[in-house]
């Protein structure tokens, strides 16, 4: 599992996978939340704009990522 260390309150979940490069693009990311391939804390969520905080987990494809 890697780490993500998030300066601020949150971040979007399409961010956050850019951020990660686990997506080429945007729109990438977002058909990829709307597919239902991503899951958070375990869960599928089909929120583009879901907001990831501190103590939060991504998983997709695969990869698992802790947001500290």
Same mark, same amino acid.
């Given at each position: ?6 300066? +601020? @309150? ?19 990311? /977002?058909?990829?939340?709307?597919? +239902?391939?991503?899951?958070?804390? +375990?869960?599928? @969520? ?9 103590? @939060? /987990?991504?998983?997709?494809? +695969? ?6």
């Amino acid at each position: 599992m890697q780490t993500f260390s998030l300066k +601020g @309150d949150y971040i979007q979940m399409i961010q956050l996978l850019k951020a990660l490069n686990w997506v080429e693009h945007g729109a990438m990311a /977002q058909w990829a939340v709307e597919e +239902g391939l991503v899951k958070y804390n +375990g869960e599928v @969520d089909l929120r583009k704009r879901l907001k990831v905080k501190k103590g @939060d /987990q991504v998983e997709f494809n +695969g990869q698992l990522v802790k947001v500290v």
